[in-house]
């Protein structure tokens, strides 16, 4: 996901597993979950991996050198380093699944547009758009 362009709107949120989050935090302290949720974010946003630099991790953490030190193993276990970066499966997942239903909804807005300004000489985009009003009769959502 990394090295695709994504939609900035995209980035605008992140889908927080409450379940997994509480389960891979338990027992630590506030300061240890405010350290990974900082992460987690800054993964998000930079499109499923951050650099593994020591100084800057610790910065997105919001930590000082003490937090660091005792709680870096521990934020190294919850993501996947490798290959000069920090990584997250679940991250990596819902960035991909994001992608994939903001490209659907792109060609679902496409293909409407051309139906209601008759871009398409055709008679198809009639049962195209009829196929669309079906389906946004019956479950409220366009895809």
Not at 34 to 43: E, F, K, R, S
Not at 60 to 74: E, T
Not at 103 to 120: I, M
Request: aromatic letters at 6%; one cysteine or more.
């Amino acid at each position: 996901m990394q090295n695709q362009a994504i939609n900035p709107a995209i980035l605008k949120w992140l889908p927080i597993w409450i379940g997994d989050a509480r389960r891979e935090t338990i027992g630590q302290p506030p300061e240890f979950i405010g350290m990974y949720l900082n992460l987690m974010m800054a993964t998000w946003e930079s499109g499923g991996e951050i650099s593994d630099d020591e100084a800057q991790l610790r910065r997105i953490a919001g930590a000082d050198q003490k937090q660091w030190q005792q709680h870096r193993h521990a934020l190294a276990n919850l993501f996947e380093p490798g290959n000069g970066t920090w990584s997250h499966s679940k991250i990596r997942e819902e960035l991909t699944k994001a992608a994939n239903i903001n490209a659907k909804r792109r060609v679902s807005s496409k293909t409407a547009n051309d139906v209601r300004w008759c871009n398409s000489p055709s008679r198809a985009h009639n049962a195209v758009a009829k196929a669309i009003v079906a389906k946004i009769t019956q479950d409220g959502v366009a895809y």
